[in-house]
């Protein structure tokens, strides 16, 4: 005897299906959430014979600089992949608890970013900047007095960059545990955009790089 509650499961599933080819996970079409009152969407590449050219093409760069990083860049920092970063941005980002925090270069970040990030170059976040501290106080630290910050408050971030040959994100989470960032607030999303692009999920402010 057919299970009509396996047939009614079936006929969702081809109707989706045949709705869209390529999803992010069987039973997730799109991932929506929304940063400073703007809503973003992040879908799949639905050209199935796409491939990538150009940068995020590359197999091999120079090493130093651009060798590959340890899967754990630190103690208690959390590593995570796509489908993490799509829940820190439907339930952090949106919730107000969180920032995807992009830290390449303002040019590298023009070119293309995960919809929802924040531009923070890894630079900015040295001890040697004057104005770090300007930085950490609006990711949520409070002034303690005798130059000591209170993260207690201060949002998760998660943070990336190029892919898992760039050290632009392991130096910014370095830069952050130092200066007392608390580790269990940072996550590293070690494939980076080029990770993000190589699945054809949407990228913000520039043509997919195909």
Not at 86 to 112: H, K, Q, S
Not at 164 to 179: N, R, V
């Amino acid at each position: 005897m057919t299970n009509p509650f396996l047939m009614a499961a079936f006929c969702v599933l081809a109707t989706a299906g045949s709705a869209q080819d390529v999803r992010i996970t069987t039973f997730k079409s799109d991932s929506t959430f929304t940063l400073n009152g703007q809503t973003f969407t992040v879908t799949r590449d639905q050209d199935t014979r796409a491939t990538l050219l150009g940068e995020y093409a590359l197999t091999s760069r120079a090493c130093p600089p651009h060798c590959l990083q340890p899967l754990i860049v630190a103690n208690g920092v959390e590593t995570v992949a796509e489908l993490e970063v799509l829940a820190f941005l439907e339930e952090n980002v949106t919730g107000g608890t969180g920032l995807l925090i992009d830290t390449r270069a303002p040019a590298d970040y023009g070119r293309g970013s995960i919809p929802g990030s924040v531009n923070v170059p890894f630079p900015t976040l040295a001890a040697e900047n004057r104005y770090r501290d300007d930085i950490l106080r609006a990711l949520g630290a409070v002034d303690q007095g005798a130059d000591v910050l209170d993260f207690s408050q201060a949002m998760a971030l998660a943070l990336y960059s190029g892919g898992p040959w760039s050290g632009d994100a392991p130096t910014a989470i370095e830069s952050l545990l130092a200066a007392g960032y608390p580790a269990e607030k940072l996550f590293y999303f070690r494939g980076g955009i080029q990770a993000w692009a190589h699945v054809g999920l949407t990228i913000q402010n520039s043509q997919n790089p195909r």
